[in-house]
C-alpha cells in the first residue's frame, strides 16, 4: 500500500521484528582486562571470541546485516604496541576464521581505508571478501581503520572529480547518489546500533547510515557480550515504535529512503 508521497506505507520484508541489519560499536575491552588485572591484549583477545559468538548469533537470529567496528581511524592514537596488537588480531581472525565463516554462507566485507594498512593486511582482505562475495546467509561488515568522516569525504571527493570530468551533472548529486559512493554502498542502513560498555556515542561510527537507526546502549564490556545480549538488545528495539518522520510507526524505512 502506498500513500500520496508514494511511500510504501505497512507490511515489509522484516515484519518479524528482526532487525534486518544490526551495527555494533564493540566497547570496553580495555576497562574489563584492567578490572580483571589482565593486560588489554587479553581484553581484545576476548573481544574476538565475542565477536564469534555474535556472528553465529546473528545468523541464527536471521539478521541479514552485521556491521562490527573494529578499529576506528582514532584509534591509531593508541600506544603503538596496541595498535599492533589489534592488527594481529585481525589478522588471526581472518585467518583462523575465514573458512569457517565462508562454509557458514557469511559473505565478509570489510569497510574503511585501506591506504595506511600494510601490504599483507591488505591481501587478506581482498581475499577474505572474493573468498565469500557469492554467500547469501548473512553479511559481515567489518569496519577497520573506519571512519565516517572520512568516508563521507571520500565519496563528496569521488563525486566532485566525475562532475570535474564532465562524467556526472552536480545537478544529479542526491541521497542516493552519495550513498552509493559510501563504503558502504549496497547494504541497507542499519537498522539498530548497540554499543556496549555503558558509553552513548557514535565514535565517528557509520554517521550518514545511522539517521534512523535505534541505539540500544548496553552496560556490559564486549568481551561479555553473547547471543543471549544480542537478543536482549533486539527485544528493546523491538519495542521501539519508528516512524520515519510519519505519524504512524513503520516496520521498516519508506522504500523512497532506501532508493530501493
Ligand atoms: C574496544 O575496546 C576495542 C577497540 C576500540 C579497538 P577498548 O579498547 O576501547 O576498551 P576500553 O574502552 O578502553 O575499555
Ligand atoms: C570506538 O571505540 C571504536 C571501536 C569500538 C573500534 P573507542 O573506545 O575508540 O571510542 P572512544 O574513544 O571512547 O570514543
Ligand atoms: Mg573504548
Known sequence: M??????????????????????????????????RGFPRLE????GVKALRRTVRAAGE????YLTV????????RRPPREVADLMMLLKRFIRNDLAELHGNGV???????????????????????????????LTLI??????????????????AEDAAAGLLDPKLID?????????????????LIIRTSGEERLSNFLLWQSAYAEFVFLPLHWPDFDGAALEQAISIYRGRQRRFGDVAAHSAPPSAMTGS
Not at 537470529?61 to 541479514?64: I, S
Request: glycine share 10%; aromatic share 6%; proline share 3%.
Open 2 to 35: 502506498r500513500n500520496d508521497l508514494g511511500l510504501s506505507a505497512g507490511v515489509t520484508a522484516q515484519d518479524d521484528g528482526v532487525p534486518r541489519h544490526v551495527g555494533i560499536i564493540m566497547d570496553g575491552n580495555g576497562r574489563w582486562a584492567a578490572a
Open 43 to 46: 581484553g581484545h583477545r576476548r
Open 61 to 64: 537470529l536471521g539478521v541479514k
Open 69 to 76: 567496528y573494529s578499529f576506528s581511524s582514532e584509534n591509531w
Open 107 to 137: 559473505r565478509v566485507r570489510i569497510i574503511g581505508s585501506r591506504d595506511e594498512l600494510m601490504p599483507d593486511i591488505r591481501n587478506l582482505l581482498i581475499e577474505a571478501e572474493e573468498l565469500t562475495r557469492d554467500n547469501t546467509n
Open 142 to 159: 567489518v569496519a577497520f581503520n573506519y571512519g565516517s568522516r572520512q568516508e563521507i569525504a571520500m565519496a563528496a571527493r569521488r563525486l
Open 175 to 191: 541521497e542516493n547518489l552519495v550513498a552509493s559512493r559510501l563504503y558502504t554502498a549496497g547494504a541497507p542502513d542499519p537498522d
